[in-house]
């Protein structure tokens, strides 16, 4: 059992504390509280330095966009609060979604080519799926997009199977709790963009 949480949650501090955070700011997120950016800001900066350490440098720059956008959603999140102090929902236009969806296509071919032929990556189009998917979401999510829910459970779904098919069972268990929160997410705030609606009506 400590083996698994271990494999969870790493065995050092810094990766305990950035993985608490990091369910911290999802369960925030989920309340549509402003104070899930605290949590988030220090999550990345401390899984950054954790994959520079490990060399692992596209996932530290990966954090850095994270970091950026944690910035950038803290402000555009504080412009729009509703009375009760929690962000406000938005939906995505079908005009807009259909853009996003060309450039994810894109984006991961793009990518997932590049990594098939000039890297050892293993399953490297699924990899730059929950990779290019994440930047999307991430995104979405500071705009404070409905369909950012939807996008992270596809992400948690595909790195659920990536990781079951790694061998990183511990690691599918962390994800999978992702999912069953981004699943709440997504039916907390489509109640409340549906209560929105419903007053201005």
Known sequence: MGEFLTGMFGSRAIEIIAALCGLANVGLLIRRSIWNYPFGIVMVSLYAFVFYEAKLYSD???QG???IMQLIGLWWWLEKRDDDGLVVVARIRPSEA??????????????GTAMSRYTDADLPYWDATTTVLSIIA???????L???WIIWIVV?????????KKGLEPTAALYTVFLVMA???LYQWYQSWRSGNA???
Not at 98 to 111: C, H, K, P, R
Not at 156 to 164: R, S, V
């Open 60 to 62: 530290t720059l990966l």
């Open 65 to 67: 966009y994270f970091l």
């Open 98 to 111: 259909f853009v996003w969806i060309g450039i994810a296509i894109i984006s991961v071919t793009m990518l």
């Open 138 to 144: 991430q995104f979405f999510l500071a705009r404070r």
């Open 146 to 148: 409905l369909e950012n």
């Open 156 to 164: 948690d779904i595909l790195a659920i199977g990536i990781y079951l």
């Open 183 to 185: 699943c709440i997410g």
């Open 199 to 201: 007053i201005k009506s």
